[in-house]
């Protein structure tokens, strides 16, 4: 694998008037719905109260919280549809929030990197909050050196490592600071060691690769002792070795190299090309490979595709098309395209439910965004994706998107991760002119 850096491409919006017109409309709505965070409090409240499922409300969070929320109101002001003040009073509670209850881990989604990511966003527009930002990544960096991640095989959680919670997410945001301080180096350092050392070879009977997630450490949700009794590799974008490899490559990109780093990039795509099953439109990632008693990686065949951000092929393709990207892979560019352009033809079969950006159709139309520079597929599927995702509006309700876990159960969720303000910043990114910064949040670049 060559590894170089390579500049993003131009960027291929959405130019028809019509489709416009709507989104603006849309996103108009959600911004006025959640323009004080009085009215996100009471949003917040009321999805709680809809799903018992939905995220819980955590003023500093950026997937579900204030830090989200000003993204929002900053894209939404560059656009002419706000005000930017309000993007600051919500970044500014976002931040005083902390005194209250302080951010005890350094997590993306709902910890200190990703409050800092998105200050880091608002600085842009509005400098004075630039040595806030330069506290917040000294605290960041703080909190990694204070307790860096554990190595200790077959005692994995995707909670060490992935892009949501883990060092990978992290290292996302604190290894794309520019001139970071010594000690903001020391701690992207200690990230890069860490999934570097998680990528080396397993010294442990019974453990194929250091990133096995074995019973024990299983989130306490959904079917996995079912599906996986023995452990699992999992390939999900979110929690699974795609955001490894993407994360690693970025901060190559970005000038932190460290020994072994390279040579990790490389394992972890070739594992994860490795692991596609195939159907009549290509490549297709399932949600994770599991092993047998002894440890062995067992054959899972083609599986079922969530067209989905945080699970399936069209995520997969995300994080090989970053590691393309940050690494100037042209024929890994070309698989990463190929995967995605079977996904799209794939997904006119297997519609998200959601129109949200985990597992929704917003997901799915930010990774169109990201590859229509590279795809004719993708440039010429995008308007209609987005005019789908417009179908989805409905004025009647207080977002005019509300997230569905099931088809009877709407439920009205104000975050970025599941709801409406995901759903309202990716329509702004499709009518944009440029990437935008929170896409490094979802893809690690």
Partial sequence: MHLAHHGTDTWAGTADPALVRRARTAVSQVVAATATPAQLDDLALRAAEQSDTSGAWYPPSLTHGLAGSALLHLYA????????????????????????????????????????????????????????????????????????PHRIERSVSDLDYDLVTGAAG????????????????????????????????????????????????????????????????NLGLSHGAPG?????????????????????????????????????????????????????????????????????????????????????????????????????????????LSPTLCHGLAGLVMLTLEFAPHSTAARDRLPALVGELLDDHDAARPLGFADLEDPDVPVDDPGLLTGATGVALTLLAALGEQRPLWFRVFLAR
């Fill in 77 to 148: 002001a560059r656009a002419g549809l706000g005000e930017p003040e309000t993007a600051y009073t919500h970044i500014r509670e976002a931040v005083l929030s902390t005194q209250i209850e302080p951010l005890e881990h350094h997590g993306l989604f709902a910890g200190t990197s990703g409050l800092a990511l998105a200050l880091t966003d608002v600085a842009r527009d509005e400098p004075r909050f630039g040595p806030s930002l330069d506290r917040l990544n000294e605290q960041l960096a703080e909190q990694i050196l204070a307790a860096p």
């Fill in 170 to 233: 992290t290292l996302a945001h604190l290894g794309a600071v520019p001139d970071p301080s010594p000690q903001v180096a020391e701690a992207v350092a200690v990230l890069v060691d860490h999934l570097v050392w998680l990528a080396g070879p397993a010294e442990t009977d019974g453990t194929p690769h250091r990133w096995l997630i074995t019973p024990a450490h299983y989130p306490p949700v959904g079917d996995y002792h079912f599906r996986y009794p023995h452990g699992y590799l």
């Fill in 244 to 352: 490894v490899a993407a994360a690693l490559a970025a901060a190559w990109e970005a000038g932190h190299r460290r020994p072994g780093q390279r040579e990790a990039v490389a394992h972890l795509t070739r594992w994860i090309r490795d692991r596609a099953g195939t159907d009549e439109y290509g490549p297709v990632w399932g949600d994770g490979v599991p092993v047998d008693e002894h440890g062995h990686e067992a054959a899972t065949g083609r599986g079922h595709d969530r067209i989905a951000w945080c699970y399936g092929t069209v995520g997969v393709a995300g994080a090989l098309l970053t590691v393309a990207e940050a690494t100037a892979d042209e024929e890994l560019r070309t698989a990463a395209v190929a995967a995605f352009d079977g996904a799209l033809a794939r997904a006119g079969h297997l519609r998200p």
